[in-house]
């Protein structure tokens, strides 16, 4: 069994940007990947065959509990929070958090994709996690993350390709979001 | 352009940035938690399943300074909660009914209804626990399936909100608690109606593996309307004085259900003081005993675009949601209004700063206002239209357009080409002014503009 220490650093990458890319935000991603790792370090892992896998179970049930206390199931508040700042047009859901780093294409693109589509997406490209991996980890059937991956790959192409097409259209006067 | 591959997606996804965590920080603090948790400390408050009264940024800052104290005192740590733990209470009408498949029970503790967050329209909450039976040491648990049958009709209820039925175990514990919302044709005052709820096929995860319970848990069980909304009640605010003085506003009563308490904004018509129009508070917390709740002031007033997914002619009202932060049944409990940093609205239309004929080139021009804001311009003509250009701050922001006066003659904005960039703290707004010819005496009106007065900031008690 590798000890703590190796554990994390073998793994904090993979868990810390999951969770970042799950929750959009710097400080819940660290609370986060703090949480998964005390879990693991308090766990008796001498059984677990897929420590990578196992953790990125722990990360996606911490990150559901958390997207699940912030709404509660009302997506309205969660919007509307994020109007109630100084007076400006109105705002994209994300600005309701703390403004995460995802300078690059690919993160704003990313963050569109519904949670259950992304999560799937962050644990086989990113985390390099195999289609029966990604499935344990999100306690789903194979098929149905096969199914998840699919879907978020063909949605993904589609939100790129609108994105290079509107950036060919010069630059961009509207009102912006934040 | 040619589309984007799959391998593509892969390769960006494997260098999306991380912003560079202080890993080593976080290592830090998980290793204190990680003593802190197995050194054996005793909590000073009594045990709570599922406690979640203290945010975890709060957990890991009192963590750490436990674990301190545990590397001091060489012994046990005696953690101290500097924050009221918000016991959960049964809520509403209490059924207590029980299924147990496979070693895993569970319980319908209680059943409330009320006025859904931010809706008119009706909720169910049934609160949940689940209990293990046999000590397998669950992590999480979820149902594959939950429905809630109305026995009368046969009609299933939609469920209101998350769809998951996800409990959580802590560390060491064997029961765990999670709220259902559910909506539709529900039981009125003085109604009865009898439901069934069936969760099908649990999988749990513990330390060491991932498994699964085939199964029905089936609950019946019969909801009172009258019962179940009693934890639904108003409360007048008595102290109003503050308030109407420093804003020209009342509160109404205050509404209090199980899962939000609302506040009506009583506006009294014309109310301007020498500084400015109040307009509302940036800022409002509800002190639940120690825990504070951030609040939703909607609709805004001034603004001219409804915030989406809420109804831009319902009536002014403060919102807090309670059951986002987890609290429940807040009868017992404190409650205290806190509104900062009153937004007050300020034009002086009489006061025009004079530019130099605009260029391509962009002039930079200030104008110090008679209420110290500094309005700072840059402006340039693009073509044949004038773009004028206003840096703002987090306290300081741009409520209309400027306005541009030439030779005499007044012009207004483009509110299509018009634009604003905020990031947070600074930001800038550049109104753009088509077809504005040529001319010699130039100015500019700064327009309305919104600025903080904390020295309107108020606590409002509501309920001892």
């Given at each position: 069994m590798v000890d703590d220490n190796t554990l994390f650093q073998t793994y904090k990458e993979d868990v810390y940007r999951y969770c970042l890319h799950m929750l959009r935000s710097q400080t819940d991603a660290e609370d986060i990947c703090q949480e998964v790792f005390v879990k693991a370090m308090l766990a008796d892992r001498d059984k677990v065959e897929h420590m990578k896998a196992w953790l990125m179970r722990i990360a996606a049930n911490e990150c559901h509990s958390l997207m699940r206390r912030r709404t509660n199931g009302n997506m309205k508040e969660k919007k509307a929070f994020s109007i109630n700042l100084p007076l400006r047009s109105p705002q994209s859901v994300e600005s309701a958090y703390e403004r995460a780093e995802t300078a690059d294409e690919f993160g704003r693109l990313l963050n569109k994709l519904k949670p259950k589509v992304r999560e799937a997406m962050l644990l086989y490209y990113m985390a390099d996690l195999s289609t029966a991996e990604t499935a344990e980890a999100l306690g789903i059937p194979v098929g149905t993350a096969k199914s998840r991956i699919n879907r978020g790959v063909k949605m993904f192409k589609k939100l790129y390709e609108k994105a290079m097409e509107s950036r060919g259209k010069g630059s961009d006067h509207h009102v912006s979001n934040y | 352009m040619s589309p984007i591959t799959e391998q593509q997606i892969k390769q960006g996804m494997s260098l999306l940035s991380d912003g560079s965590p202080d890993y080593g920080e976080m290592w830090n603090r998980i290793r204190a938690e990680v003593e802190r948790r197995r050194s054996g400390w005793v909590e000073e408050t009594s045990v709570i399943e599922n406690k979640r009264g203290v945010s975890r940024a709060r957990r890991w800052a009192l963590a750490a300074s436990a674990a301190a104290i545990v590397v001091a005192a060489g012994g046990t740590a005696i953690y101290f909660d500097q924050q009221t733990e918000v016991i959960p209470t049964e809520m509403g009408q209490k059924i207590d009914?029980?299924?147990?498949?496979?070693?895993?029970?569970?319980?319908?503790?209680?059943?409330?209804?009320?006025?859904?967050?931010?809706?008119?329209?009706?909720?169910?909450?049934?609160?949940?626990?689940?209990?293990d039976l046999q000590k397998r040491g669950f992590g999480t648990v979820e149902f594959g399936e939950a429905t809630l049958t109305d026995l009368s009709?046969?009609?299933?209820?939609?469920?209101?909100?998350?769809?998951?039925?996800?409990?959580?175990?802590?560390?060491?514990?064997?029961?765990?608690?999670?709220?259902?919302?559910?909506?539709?044709?529900?039981?009125?005052?003085?109604?009865?109606?009898?439901?069934?709820?069936?969760?099908?096929?649990?999988?749990?995860?513990?330390?060491?593996?991932i498994d699964s319970i085939q199964g029905d848990w089936v609950v019946e069980f019969t909801v009172e309307g009258e019962q179940a909304a009693s934890a639904t009640y108003a409360v007048p605010i008595e102290e109003q004085a503050a308030i109407e003085e420093r804003t020209g506003l009342k509160l109404g009563e205050a509404q209090i259900s199980p899962f939000e308490i609302r506040i009506p904004v009583i506006r009294e018509q014309g109310f301007s003081v020498d500084q400015g129009d109040f307009m509302y508070y940036k800022d409002s917390t509800l002190k639940v005993d120690n825990i504070g709740v951030q609040g939703l002031w909607t609709p805004l007033p001034g603004r001219e675009q409804a915030q989406p997914g809420l109804d831009p002619n319902a009536p002014e009202t403060l919102y807090f949601n309670l059951a986002a932060n987890s609290l429940e049944d807040v009868r017992k409990s404190s409650l205290t209004l806190q509104l900062r940093n009153a937004v007050v609205k300020r034009s002086y239309p009489d006061i025009w700063t004079p530019v130099a004929p605009p260029s391509e080139t962009a002039q930079s021009v200030s104008e110090t206002l008679p209420d110290q804001s500094v309005m700072a311009y840059k402006v340039k003509r693009e073509g044949k239209d004038i773009h004028v250009h206003i840096q703002t701050r987090n306290d300081f922001f741009m409520i209309t357009g400027t306005r541009l006066r030439v030779d005499g003659?007044?012009?207004?904005?483009?509110e299509s080409e018009s634009y604003s960039k905020y990031n947070g703290d600074t930001g800038f707004q550049v109104d753009v002014f088509k077809n504005v010819p040529e001319g010699s005496e130039f100015a500019i009106n700064a327009g309305e503009y919104g600025v903080y007065d904390s020295s309107r900031d108020l606590d409002i008690p509501i309920q001892n």
């Open positions: - | 009914a029980s299924a147990e498949v496979g070693g895993v029970e569970l319980t319908l503790s209680s059943v409330a209804i009320g006025r859904k967050p931010l809706e008119e329209e009706q909720q169910m909450a049934l609160r949940l626990r689940l209990t009709s046969g009609q299933n209820l939609a469920v209101s909100g998350d769809k998951r039925n996800l409990f959580e175990f802590e560390e060491g514990g064997s029961a765990s608690t999670l709220t259902q919302y559910f909506e539709g044709n529900l039981p009125a005052g003085g109604e009865s109606r009898q439901y069934r709820l069936t969760l099908k096929d649990a999988t749990y995860s513990t330390a060491q593996t003659k007044t012009y207004e904005r483009s």
